[in-house]
């Protein structure tokens, strides 16, 4: 009874309010110094600080109530000496007021890297290695060699380089490849009508080589096929440097004398196309000269073979009588000779 009586006094609920007031209290005094500590609802945005130099940077930040510190170093060639280039965090950023912010500026100075070898290797091959290691890939020139696209040389700026020469890092590096053909010229030889073995064999006896193989629908097995055509066309005089390609044509065998037969009706054709065009356009420059004569077009068609067209000859004549043929007419009189 003691304890429920303890309960129900008037001094237990007094305590009991004044331990929930001052829990209350202490709660919002808690809250109140969190928020003016931690500044809630207070921030500020970090500004771009990207190419700007560390005075620059100084002055923004002290202005916005911001620190910063320098981290890191690295070299980009085409930015100033001692810029930023990179910051953490990033710009429009928000953040409480004295927050650091982190700094990558740009060297003074391209450090040194050794230079790669490259010999042999492809222009991509040669192209990633130089990237990977900060350098860059300069003029890629060409020259007569079978290996094509192969690198013959590393240049830096027009001269030879070697391997393991240390150089500055961003360097261009100029390439030179193979561009595939040799610097001999061979004539072009005509593979038309031969196998494809043949045809083949006859390319490499001239250090040459097949390019694309187009075989038509009648070819079953290219082994036994027939060359019907060739890309570049052969002609007289035409030469190729070493390694260049030719693009073969193939047909079955028993085709291959309906497209000799179809070329030659083409070829008809186009001639007696040229003929007739040049027969028009003679036709043009006679009719031309005619309108050119004055009155040509007035004369009436005449047969020179007949008599009477003749000058003086023609019955119908009105002047026929002053204009006699003394050839076809008698005398009028006979003449006495001893007058």
């Known amino acids: 009874m003691g304890l429920f009586n303890f309960f129900k006094s008037r001094y237990f609920w007094l305590s009991l309010l004044w331990m929930l007031l001052i829990s209350v209290l202490l709660f919002a005094g808690v809250v109140y110094y969190l928020q003016v500590f931690t500044k809630q609802n207070q921030s500020?945005?970090?500004?771009?600080?990207?190419?700007m130099s560390i005075a620059e940077v100084d002055r923004t930040l002290t202005a916005e109530q911001l620190r910063y510190r320098i981290i890191d170093?690295?070299?980009?060639a085409n930015k100033q000496a001692g810029v930023v280039i990179m910051q953490y965090p990033a710009p429009k950023h928000q953040v409480k007021e004295?927050?650091?912010v982190f700094l990558t500026v740009n060297a003074?100075?391209?450090?040194?890297v050794k230079m790669p070898d490259l010999i042999d290797k492809s222009i991509r091959?040669?192209?990633?290695?130089?990237?990977?290691?900060?350098?860059?890939?300069?003029?890629?020139?060409?020259?007569?060699?079978?290996?094509?696209?192969?690198v013959l040389e590393q240049q830096l700026e027009g001269k030879k380089i070697e391997p393991?020469?240390?150089?500055d890092k961003g360097t261009a590096i100029d390439l030179v490849v193979g561009s595939g053909f040799g610097?001999?010229?061979?004539?072009?030889?005509?593979?038309?009508?031969?196998?494809l073995e043949s045809a083949v064999?006859?390319?490499?006896?001239?250090?040459?080589?097949?390019?694309?193989?187009?075989?038509?629908?009648?070819?079953?097995?290219?082994?036994?096929?027939?060359?019907y055509k060739q890309s570049p066309d052969y002609a007289s005089g035409i030469y190729m440097n070493t390694g260049q390609s030719v693009d073969l044509f193939v047909t079955h065998l028993d085709n291959y004398g309906k497209i000799l037969d179809k070329e030659r009706e083409l070829e008809i054709e186009a001639q007696e196309e040229i003929r007739a065009k040049e027969q028009r356009r003679l036709d043009r420059i006679s009719g031309k000269n005619k309108s050119s004569v004055p009155g040509f077009n007035k004369l009436p068609d005449s047969n020179p073979y007949d008599p009477n067209e003749w000058e003086g000859g023609s019955s119908t004549s009105p002047n026929n009588d002053s204009q006699s043929n003394p050839y076809g007419n008698k005398p009028n009189s006979t003449i006495d000779p001893d007058q």
């Open 44 to 51: 500020i945005e970090v500004p771009d600080l990207t190419n």
């Open 73 to 76: 170093s690295t070299y980009v």
């Open 98 to 100: 004295d927050r650091r």
């Open 108 to 112: 003074k100075s391209a450090p040194k």
């Open 125 to 150: 091959v040669a192209t990633s290695q130089l990237e990977n290691i900060g350098l860059k890939r300069g003029e890629v020139k060409r020259k007569p060699d079978l290996a094509k696209d192969a």
């Open 164 to 167: 393991g020469k240390l150089i």
């Open 183 to 195: 610097s001999s010229r061979y004539k072009l030889p005509n593979v038309k009508g031969l196998t």
């Open 201 to 227: 064999s006859s390319l490499k006896s001239s250090t040459l080589k097949m390019g694309a193989l187009v075989a038509d629908k009648t070819v079953i097995d290219t082994a036994s096929s027939i060359v």
